[in-house]
């Protein structure tokens, strides 16, 4: 687990960044480092519903309509009511989609990742920790039949004042 939580926010910083220069996001490299099945799972039904999504986008909602051919419809209808149709269509303005959403959460994902090393780095050092603690428990392990008291208490001096505290109180344990 040492590593694991910094390949994660490495791969969500090249995410953004290459989401940014409008390169795409890198799905493979993300799809690497998930572990159960599943969370596999809903990765690829997210990659799914974001690909879904960007289809929409870039082919629906990105191109501009086909220009109507009037001297078509003015021979086959007549100039009048085609005149009056093309008068409202020229008057119809269509608004230009403002993007209002990411700025106000731009800050927020940024604090997300720094929030994310943040904890990476707590995660880091309690790895480091709990690694630490099983190989002395692993050294124990071993020393055990072999170990005299003195040894164990050398190692656990808390252990030896109680002991010596319930002898001298006379306390027996009953």
């Known amino acids: ?6 390949k994660v926010a ?4 090249k995410a953004v960044s290459k989401a940014k220069g409008g390169v795409g996001i890198d799905w493979d490299g993300m799809g690497k480092l ?18 879904e ?7 629906k909602f990105s191109q501009e309509p086909e ?15 085609v005149d009056m ?10 608004p230009k989609y403002v993007d209002t959403v990411t700025p106000q959460y731009k800050p927020k994902f940024e604090a997300l990742l720094v929030e994310l090393k943040e904890a990476e780095q707590k995660s880091l050092k ?18 055990l039949s072999t170990m005299t008291a003195d040894e164990y208490f050398a190692k656990h001096p808390e252990l030896k004042q109680k002991f010596d505290d319930e002898i001298r109180n006379d306390y027996w344990g009953y």
């Not at 999504?53 to 082919?59: A, K």
């Not at 051919?69 to 009511?81: C, H, N, P, Q, T």
């Not at 630490?132 to 050294?139: F, R």
């Open 67 to 81: 220009p109507i051919d009037w001297e078509y419809y003015r021979k086959g209808i007549g100039s009048r009511l």
């Open 85 to 94: 149709y093309k008068e409202a269509y020229d008057s119809i303005e269509i």
């Open 10 to 13: 490495e791969a969500a910083a």
């Open 34 to 51: 998930l572990v159960s099945d599943e969370a596999r799972k809903e990765f690829v039904n997210l990659r799914r519903a974001f690909d």
């Open 126 to 143: 309690e790895s480091e920790r709990l690694e630490k603690e099983i190989a002395d428990v692993q050294e124990m392990k071993k020393k």
């Open 53 to 59: 999504v960007n289809h929409t986008l870039q082919t």
């Open 1 to 6: 687990m040492s590593g694991a939580g910094k």
